[in-house]
């Protein structure tokens, strides 16, 4: 995702930004769709570049439990400066840049939020009731009648003995 430092000069207000999805470069994540919505603020101050911004993006997420596919919103803040000097404050995520670029890459940036996103566990909902060990219905919208896993319970064990 580039933006032309022609473009950053100019000082801006939420102004939006459409991109391509391939330019996050998450190759191994599917978004909804192809074009992306970026609204960024920014205002300069000695080449330096306040950035600040937000995304809100849909993606497929698999289920961990049920390996269903269901949407995942991506909600992001971004807050980033863009700076050619050499010790740039050091609070804030900060881009270097040279006065020789035309413009500068904010693709990591993204990745990185996006990530922070991601939940480590993934599921289609909070109580997702995943498959049937048994026989690998999906049990949120099906029942089967394998139950409560009793097999190895000493009563089935009785049940199956012949006398
Ligand atoms: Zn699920
Ligand atoms: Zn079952």
Redesign the pocket.
């Known amino acids: 995702m580039k933006i032309l430092f022609s473009e950053l000069r100019k000082n801006f207000k939420n102004k939006t930004f459409t991109f391509n999805a391939d330019d996050i470069d998450l190759p191994e994540v599917k978004f909804k769709n192809n074009l992306q919505k970026l609204i960024l603020s920014v205002s300069s101050e000695n080449e330096e570049y306040y950035v600040i911004g937000k995304i809100n993006s849909i993606y497929i997420e698999t289920c961990d439990r049920c390996l269903y596919d269901f949407e995942k919103a991506w909600n992001s803040s971004l807050d980033f400066i863009i700076s050619s000097k050499k010790n740039a404050s050091n609070n804030y995520d900060v881009i270097s840049f040279n006065q020789t670029q035309e413009f500068i890459n904010i693709s990591d940036i993204l990745r990185d939020h996006f990530f922070i996103n991601r939940p480590y566990k993934k599921l289609c909902k909070i109580n997702c009731k995943g498959l ?1 060990v ?2 690998g ?1 999906n049990l949120n919208n099906n029942t ?3 139950g409560p896993s009793n097999m190895d319970t000493p009563w089935e064990k009785l049940r199956k003995i012949k006398f």
């Open positions: 049937c048994e026989c219905i089967c009648e394998c």
